[in-house]
Structures are given as structure tokens and as C-alpha cells.
């Protein structure tokens, strides 16, 4: 059974930082791309960045470049974001996700998601 | 890049059918795939639709997608509408670069 999970959220102060962490499990990890997907309050999903399976490929929301990094351990199965000067807007439920690239390119598998909340 | 735009809300009756469009706002609809994503209210998204109509196996074949040139858009229908379909639907898909995701669809089923 393919499992995500996702952990290091929590309070931060604007232009603060936190790292995320995706546990994964249940498939060959470095057989698949990655991302994180985040959604704000009461709002919809945005993709925020992607990695391929060995990290030469990697891509970033506009909102986010120069912030955020993504990387990933494929020995350990597990899949990085390193946030950085973190904003009020970035609060928001981030997602881990399996991607899918076939015919088509998309999320098959999401983790439940960990909470960052970004206030003073 | 380009956006997608759903419809902010429908509604409908159990045992009806109902249709969400997802519009593309600039290139073909038929350039890249289409999928479709259900959230429950405080679950994480599920596809219920890849490559704009295969479904999952475990999806019903009550849900079915399509797209259409003419209007550049995609359609997610549900049909025998049941009160567990009722969540957020959200189209998606991408550029050479990215993920695009449409602003979601909250369907009631009342």
C-alpha cells in the first residue's frame, strides 16, 4: 500500500523557516517524481515544486523561487522542502504527491498533509 | 501559462446527474491531459479521472470525463447522484514545467 507522510509543520514568524519531510512507502521510491501541493484556508490546490527521481530535474511555482528547496533522500525514501523567508501567504495545508508522468502528468497518490501556519 | 476555471458551486439532487466544466484559458484543451481530483471535507484529493476520461480502478462508472474543443474546456459528469459525492472538485492539469490546477467545484447534493 502506498503511503505519505508528511511532518515538520507548524507556527512560524514571517521570515522565519521550516523544513518539511515526506515519509514514503509501499512503492520504489526513486522509480517516481515527486511534489508538494499546498492549499490555504478555504482555498484550492497549488502545486509549489516537483523533483524527478534522482533531483536533476527540478521545478518551483514563481511565488516560491529563491524561498523554497526541494530535494529529496532516495536511501532514506523520503522527500524534502526547505522553506525560507516565509511569508503570511505561504500559510497553507502542504501536501506530499506521487506523481504520475505517462501519456499524462499528475498526482496519484497524496499524503495527508502537514500544517503551515505563518503568523506573528 | 495558462489558468483553468471552474464554477465555484453546483448543485443537484441524489439520483440526478450533474456536469462541472473546467475552461482553459489560453492554448488547446487538447494540448495536455486532463485529470479530475475529489477532496472530501478533511481528506486529501483523490483522482477520480486521468488522461481527461480513464478512471481509476475503485472509481464507479459514474463518473465519467470528457473535453471539448470547441469550448476549450473539460467536464467531469456524475451520474445517480449520491449524498457521498458531495466535496470539492478540482481539474488539473499542466505545461512543460508545471501543474495547473482549477480554482475547484463545491457540489452539493441536497
Known amino acids: 500500500e502506498v503511503q505519505l507522510v508528511e511532518s515538520g509543520g507548524g507556527v512560524v514568524r514571517p521570515g522565519g523557516s521550516l523544513r518539511l519531510s515526506c515519509a514514503a512507502s509501499?512503492?520504489?521510491?526513486?522509480?517516481?517524481?515527486m511534489s508538494w501541493v499546498r492549499q490555504a484556508p478555504g482555498k484550492g490546490l497549488e502545486w509549489v515544486s516537483g523533483i524527478n527521481w534522482n533531483g536533476g530535474n527540478i521545478g518551483y511555482v514563481d511565488s516560491v523561487k529563491g524561498r523554497f528547496t526541494i530535494s529529496r533522500d532516495n536511501a532514506k525514501n523520503s522527500l524534502y522542502l526547505q522553506m525560507n523567508s516565509l511569508r503570511a501567504e505561504d500559510t497553507a495545508l502542504y501536501y506530499c504527491?506521487?506523481?504520475?508522468?505517462?501519456?499524462?502528468?499528475?498526482?496519484?497518490?497524496w499524503g495527508q498533509g502537514t500544517l503551515v501556519t505563518v503568523s506573528s | 501559462n495558462f489558468m483553468l476555471t471552474q464554477p465555484h458551486s453546483v448543485s443537484e439532487s441524489p439520483g440526478k446527474t450533474v456536469t462541472i466544466s473546467c475552461t482553459r484559458s489560453s492554448g488547446s484543451i487538447a494540448s495536455n491531459y486532463v485529470q479530475w481530483y475529489q477532496q472530501r471535507p478533511g481528506s486529501s484529493p483523490t483522482t477520480v479521472i486521468y488522461e481527461n476520461n480513464q478512471r481509476p480502478s475503485g472509481v464507479p462508472d459514474r463518473f465519467s470525463g470528457s473535453i471539448d474543443s470547441s469550448s476549450n474546456s473539460a467536464s467531469l459528469t456524475i451520474s445517480g447522484l449520491k449524498t457521498e459525492d458531495e466535496s470539492d472538485y478540482y481539474c488539473?492539469?499542466?505545461?512543460?514545467?508545471?501543474?495547473?490546477f482549477g480554482g475547484g467545484t463545491k457540489l452539493t447534493v441536497l
Open positions: 504527491a506521487r506523481e504520475t508522468r505517462g501519456r499524462s502528468w499528475y498526482a496519484d497518490y
Open positions: 509501499g512503492f520504489t521510491f526513486d522509480d517516481y517524481a
Open positions: 488539473q492539469s499542466y505545461d512543460s514545467n508545471n501543474w495547473v
